[in-house]
């Protein structure tokens, strides 16, 4: 079987492989059990969360509020005029 490796496998262990028919083409996905991955750095920064809402537009897990500009609240008044023209 010829085989396209787009990029070199970097585990020691093969663990599963996946083969997926999508309309004439074969794909193969494997997994491998990789050692000692290094994690990302955080550049000093810590993490936060992000809760995204209604009444609010973001609450950051810092306590952070930004609130939600309501654009079309603004703007009503300015639009029932011109619909009324249209």
């Known amino acids: ?20 028919r999508d309309i ?11 050692p000692n991955v290094q994690k990302s750095p955080t550049l000093g920064r810590p993490s936060v ?7 609010n537009l973001v609450a950051l897990s810092d306590g952070t509020v930004i609130p939600n500009p309501r654009f079309l609240v603004q703007s009503s008044f300015k ?4 619909q009324r023209d249209l």
């Open 1 to 20: 079987m010829r085989i396209k490796l787009h990029r070199p496998m970097e585990g020691v262990i093969p663990k599963t492989c996946t083969i997926v």
């Open 24 to 34: 004439d083409q074969w794909y193969a996905c494997i997994s491998v059990e990789a």
């Open 49 to 55: 969360g992000v809760d995204l809402g209604v009444t």
């Open 79 to 82: 639009l029932k005029s011109l």
